[in-house]
């Protein structure tokens, strides 16, 4: 699945109080959650946009706000901490995000899940990672990065983008079972404002490019630097290199009657990629999965080589935005309330009447009846969805 959600970039923080609350509440929620489908399925509706949003209207976050993906996810992350529900959030907003790997091996033990598996979790996070940063260039910078892990090893990725010219985020869900490849249309959905275009190289269509890029990689790399400065003399006679931010109808020239992937300037110096592909050139990757987890190979440099692979060698990528379906979660805003106000402020009466109800639901459920959970049955309609 996939949807649309406008995220703008929200100042401010929730207030303590709230906080409290939407604690009390999220952990009421994923309790019902793993209690009623197992810790597997919760990982797996975090990984839908559509219900992440949803969930976090519930919790008392506001519909449209970018915030809403750091402050749940922090939220799920304290709440989830001890392990005891079989599914943890690991990462989170700016240096958070680079503490993944130690997290993963303290998550692994409390949960069980062995160390080949605790492995392959670190690989799996740098790798979307990377992917979100480089392979899709959509004018988003990631500042947010958190991974759900279940006690059986399934994974979704949550991560977040800014764009801070337009004052707009962007969220890429990934989910572990939905993934045949990294670099092959692999997300669940990404949620955001579409753009006019994006240098893509995920789009499923496009896999000679995609071994182009990695023969680059591995070939020679001043003769690889030599072809990229002939693509750059190519690229200013066709049209004034473009902004990297402000993408407009403007920045898509028409060549040979078919459009040409924009190139976002600035674009790196040829020193500076000299120096990252002699170490891929020196390590000779297999697959453009180990190429992209080599130290180095960023944004910048993947630019330079798509640039490269089409200018040089007719392999263009494609430059179609991922992002599609409009969906407007609205609706679950008026669940609670939101923290700014929208659809309308918190009440906390409500919201306490809520969490105690739900909290009763879950002390009922774990004692053994079954016939019970008006909560539950309230709830599945949204889960179902």
């Not at 503490?99 to 492995?119: F, H, M, Q």
């Not at 579409?194 to 003769?223: F, Q």
């Amino acid at each position: 699945m996939e949807g649309i959600a406008d995220l703008p970039l929200h100042e401010g923080h929730v207030p303590l109080w709230l906080i409290r609350l939407m604690k009390r509440m999220a952990r009421a929620l994923a309790e019902i959650m793993v209690e009623e489908y197992g810790p597997d399925k919760f990982v797996v509706r975090l990984s839908n946009p559509l219900w992440f949003q949803a969930f976090n209207n519930i919790i008392g976050m506001d519909w449209d706000s970018s915030g809403s993906t750091t402050v749940t996810l922090g939220i799920l992350k304290e709440v989830l901490k001890d392990g005891r529900l079989g599914v943890m959030v690991l990462g989170g907003k700016g240096k958070k995000a680079r503490n993944v790997p130690s997290e993963i091996i303290d998550a692994c033990n409390k949960l069980n899940i062995p160390s080949s598996v605790e492995r392959k979790l670190v690989r799996s996070s740098k790798l979307t990672a990377k992917v979100d940063s480089a392979m899709l260039q959509d004018g988003y910078t990631l500042y947010h990065h958190s991974i759900i892990i279940s006690n059986s090893g399934l994974w979704s990725v949550i991560q977040q983008g800014m764009n801070v010219s337009i004052s707009m985020a962007r969220r890429y869900h990934w989910l572990s079972r939905n993934i045949q490849s990294f670099v092959r249309n692999p997300h669940t959905a990404i949620a955001g404002k579409k753009n006019i275009a994006s240098l893509n190289l995920v789009d499923e269509n496009i896999e000679s490019t995609r071994k182009t890029v990695l023969d680059l990689a591995r070939e020679n790399p001043r003769k690889v630097i030599t072809q990229y400065l002939e693509a750059l003399r190519i690229l200013k006679r066709q049209e004034k290199i473009t902004s990297w931010i402000n993408v407009t109808d403007a920045s898509v020239t028409m060549v040979c009657s078919k459009p040409k992937l924009v190139y976002y300037a600035p674009l790196t110096s040829a020193e500076r990629i000299l120096k990252v592909l002699k170490k891929t050139y020196e390590t000779q990757p297999s697959t453009v999965e180990k190429m992209l987890i080599q130290k180095g190979v960023g944004p910048s440099v993947i630019r330079a080589l798509a640039l490269v692979s089409d200018l040089i060698y007719n392999e263009p990528p494609s430059w179609n935005d991922p992002v599609t379906h409009p969906f407007d979660p609205f609706k679950y805003a008026f669940a609670v309330g939101g923290k700014d106000g929208i659809p309308y402020p918190i009440n906390r009466k409500v919201m306490l009447e809520v969490i105690e109800n739900l909290e009763e639901a879950v002390y009922k459920a774990k004692i053994g009846e079954k016939d019970k959970l008006r909560a539950i049955r309230r709830l599945r309609k949204l889960i179902e969805e």
